[in-house]
């Protein structure tokens, strides 16, 4: 059987678009191809002043980045790590580049010299001056590498640089030479049995510091953060990580042993746990009226602000959770504020901590006063939100915590420096 296709009209557009053009004279074509070549030639000249070199001063260099290597006769745990963390302290920055290409330098040319105009302009927002390779301290970047070494726990290592020159370019490159890592042999916690060693030492079985890892100094760091939050749940308000010490003897082979100390410097408010005395809870708290005209309720211990007629006191306490006559726990203090502020009916709230003015017990305990001051939404708001007050809803609190860590090397338990 024969298939037939069917047939469409031409129109005379499509006609007129099916016809082959007339083939163009040689003298056409010729100046066609010349048409093209200018704009060609002028990207192929940009680019070359593109690469910022043309701009460098005489007798300079620009320096065009670094490189690192680590070398070692023993496998390198972590290398890429290593390797990333030593290129981080490599200063200044290279240009901006792209295969080769740098127009920064380009439009930071055009407004060399000029404080106003079109080449000033595209200077100041594009441009880019050229960093030299007189601008680079060797030295004080293989300080930086022998520095993060030690904190990672290659002791003695040696770190070499290199220049390489290529035309008006020259790069730097480092070669670091290090040991086998020295891991932890021994780990010592505190003695004595006043409140605080004691306390230092039953956060041991939680510790970070573990036998046979490698030494490191952000464990170190974490180590002392950790302790720090183990104790402010026991009490310990006013300690803080920076009087914990670590003293490490890296005489044995390859290996440390780790001695966890107190500073002798400690204060004596810091060496002490606290218990929770008067709390005070202020529901109209005011950044402008800061005085306490109405007289106070007791209810369940507290001394609460300033009266019932806007929030009951049971559904306040219900959401507080430090206690009077309670050990201090900074668990307790930060669901306070988590809580309080997930009733809805508070624009801020703050919970703040003072001596109290009665002796310690013979425990060696202290007295601390508290006070909660919320500052209450717009009442238009409230008016919409205060049925929430009896209701309790998840709330994540913001925290932030920065330290440094105190590491000292000895030749020998008894000898640090």
């Known amino acids: 059987m024969l298939q037939h ?30 048409a093209l070549r200018w704009p060609l ?14 701009y460098i001063p005489e007798g300079s260099k620009l320096y065009t980045g670094s490189t690192v290597k680590v070398k ?42 000029k404080t106003k ?33 030690y904190n990672n726990g290659y002791f003695q290592p ?44 039953a956060t041991q079985p939680s510790s970070l ?38 003293q490490v003897d890296s005489t044995l082979n390859n290996q440390v042993n780790v001695y966890l100390k107190i500073k002798e410097k400690t204060p004596e408010q810091a060496a002490k746990p606290y218990v929770l005395n008067r709390i005070r809870l202020n529901t109209s708290y005011s950044l402008s009226d800061t005085t306490l005209s109405e007289r106070p309720m007791r209810y369940r211990g507290y001394i609460y602000y300033p009266d019932e007629k806007m929030f009951k006191a049971k559904a306040i306490t219900n959401a507080t959770f430090i206690y009077p006559d309670s050990l201090y726990r900074r668990r307790r203090q930060d669901q306070t504020l988590s809580r309080l502020m997930s009733l809805g009916t508070f624009k801020y709230v703050d919970v703040g901590f003072r001596p109290a003015r009665q002796k310690p017990d013979s425990a060696g305990y202290g007295f601390l006063n508290s006070y909660v001051r919320m500052t209450q939404l717009p009442k238009k708001s409230l008016r919409a939100e205060v049925l929430l007050v009896s ?21 020998g338990p008894s000898s640090c420096w």
């Open 117 to 149: 105009g079109l080449g000033h302009w595209l200077a100041n927002k594009y441009g880019e001056k050229p960093v030299l390779l007189s601008q680079v301290d060797t030295q004080k970047v293989k300080g930086l590498m022998t520095n993060r070494l």
């Open 209 to 246: 510091l573990k036998v046979g890892d490698p030494y490191s100094l952000q464990t170190f760091t974490n180590e002392r953060l950790r302790i720090d939050g183990e104790l402010k749940n026991q009490g310990f308000y006013y300690f803080t990580p920076d009087y914990i010490l670590f």
């Open 41 to 54: 030639l002028l990207s192929v000249a940009l680019l070359a002043s593109c690469s910022g070199l043309k």
């Open 5 to 34: 296709q069917p047939f469409f009209p031409q129109t005379k557009d499509a006609a007129e678009t099916n016809r082959q053009a007339p083939p163009s004279p040689p003298g056409e074509r010729g100046r066609g191809r010349e």
């Open 72 to 113: 070692s006769t023993s496998p390198i745990p972590r290398e890429a790590e290593l390797t990333t963390e030593l290129e981080s302290v490599i200063t200044p920055k290279p240009n901006t580049s792209f295969l080769g290409i740098r127009p920064k330098l380009y439009f930071w040319h055009l407004g060399e010299g």
């Open 158 to 201: 040696v770190v070499h640089s290199r220049v390489t020159v290529k035309g008006q370019a020259a790069s730097v490159n480092y070669t670091a030479t290090v040991n086998k890592p020295y891991t932890i042999k021994e780990i010592f916690f505190p003695e004595g049995d006043s409140l605080l060693p004691r306390a230092v030492r």
């Open 391 to 411: 209701k309790s809803n998840g709330f994540v609190g913001r925290a932030s915590a920065s330290s440094s860590v105190t590491v000292r090397r000895c030749a």
